[in-house]
């Protein structure tokens, strides 16, 4: 389009120049002006100022201006005077207007590289939205609507330069850490708080609300440049204002005529530390607003422990196999939330242990000990003997006292440590070889009468228990063919002999062990 444009045609719709008149003359009216009024001959010019990378004429195109003393007004042909503007360079003027002082902002709607800014012709920013065309009502995070003034006197006025903000898209998600409370959610809100005197604003989306929701998108159209964010939740639940909790914060920057995505993530709190009886876990406290001060509760199966109410907790044996979580507690503008980490299940401890060694002599009818050695005080101890590796039936205490079965094989001790709280142990002895058993005995008696027809008998005397007694009688050293009783009939073979008994013991597991009385006198006739 080229040339100067009077815009008297165009709709109500378009990009237009709000002009609002404050007017010095007594009442501040604006009296409608005929056609010879001297008075009202002024004219305002001024220029409208578009960002770089877009041209005047995209930007301004559809502009208009409207004014009135009490409302403002299409500023096409009219009463209180004429519109040109030039949309190539942005340059207006205003001819026809009175004495006054004038403010001069954007206002109807304006779409570049496919957004579109629909100014609400009220000052401060305004909020158009993806499916709330009213941005939630309010002022706060938005397009600043560019304003300029201008005073008319007796002469004509030039106006400040009206500066057209460049402005861009940001779009997300937010993301919940804990589902929003049961009933009819009315609505959900992201709000945001940018740095310096930015009030909070509703960045709401058309996508419906429903109870338990996580998550959240959304898409703003802002003012172009960098803001530091603070998020918050909030919502209506049952039409009563519910949740409003701190979610995080973030740095965005919004390119001019560009978009941007800011997804925003609700921390919750998370327990750090390996989860084992005797070691310590540690909770961070999650997303909360800046200077509050949290408090946790850690739970055992879902319910408190007592005291546990700090920011670490050292686990103890009564939460071994047992899922611990934390609850972090904080305000909100309604009431006090919490939020609580996911569990963690504890492990047992691992018991100190030590090789078993076995005390005492490694031989056939000895007592052997087992000494566990050094393990995690408290530990309380069970035993199994070993007999080439495998279990000997009832051997099950401390101390074991080795049979015949034992000869030359290898004993062990197994020992099993249990504590609670502390995942059990066993450890197990190195091997001792079992030599055979000695036997006791002393040394026989015979009674009697060494003299042919008499009989004589032998006394072993006390050997060790369980020992199998056999006897041979001897003549001068010989021994007497069947001559194996316990006593003998002297026979006259043996006249003038001396005569003797050797006693063999013999037991499984030990050596066989042979002692031979003293001899009699020589037998007599």
Known sequence: MNGPIALRHRPRTAVALLLSAVLATTGGALAPLSAGAATSTHTIRGSIVVPQGVSAADYLDGVSLEWSNDAWKVGADNAYGHVTLDERTGAFSITGVGAGNYTIRLAGSTTVNGTTVTWD??????????????????????????????????????????????????????????????????????????????????????????????????????????????????????????????????????????????????????????????????????????????????????????????????????????????????????????????EVTVAKATLTTSTPTIAGTARVGQKLTARPGAWTAGTSFTYQWLRNGKAIAGAKKATYVTTGADAKKKLSVRVTGTRAGYSSATKTSSTKTVATGTLTAVTPRITGTAKVGRTLKVTAGTWTSGTKLTYQWRANGVALKGATKQSYKVAASVRGKRISATVTGTKSGYATKKVTSRSTASVAR
């Not at 030039?158 to 609505?187: H, W, Y």
């Not at 740095?251 to 941007?260: K, Q, S, Y």
């Not at 070691?279 to 949290?294: D, F, I, N, V, Y």
């Not at 319910?303 to 979580?325: H, V």
Request: net charge neutral; proline share 7%.
């Open 121 to 342: 012709g009220k000052p401060g920013p305004v909020k158009p939205m993806q499916g709330d065309a009213t941005g939630g009502g309010g002022v706060g995070w938005g397009v600043d609507t560019p304003v300029s003034w201008a005073t008319v006197a007796d002469t004509d006025a030039t106006a400040e330069p009206v500066t057209a903000p460049a402005f861009g898209v940001v779009t997300g998600k937010l993301v919940l850490s804990d589902a929003l409370p049961s009933g009819e959610v009315t609505d959900l809100f992201l709000e945001a708080k940018g740095a310096g005197d930015m009030p909070w604003d509703v960045l709401r989306d058309s996508a419906p609300v429903r109870a338990g929701v996580l998550s959240q998108t959304w898409r703003h159209t802002v003012d172009a440049g960098s803001f530091d964010v603070d998020v918050a939740a909030r919502a209506y639940v049952d039409g009563t204002f519910k949740v409003w909790r701190h979610v995080g914060s973030a740095r965005i920057t919004v390119p001019a005529f560009g978009t941007t995505t800011m997804n925003v993530v609700e921390q919750r709190p998370v327990i750090t530390g390996t989860a084992k009886v005797g070691q310590k876990l540690r909770a961070s406290a999650g997303t909360w607003p800046p200077g509050s001060e949290p408090t946790f509760q850690w739970l055992r199966g879902g319910k408190a422990i007592s005291r546990a109410t700090s920011s670490s907790y050292a686990i103890t044996t009564a939460d071994a196999g047992a899922k611990l979580s934390v609850r972090v507690s904080g305000p909100s503008s309604a009431s006090t939330i919490s939020r609580t980490s996911a």
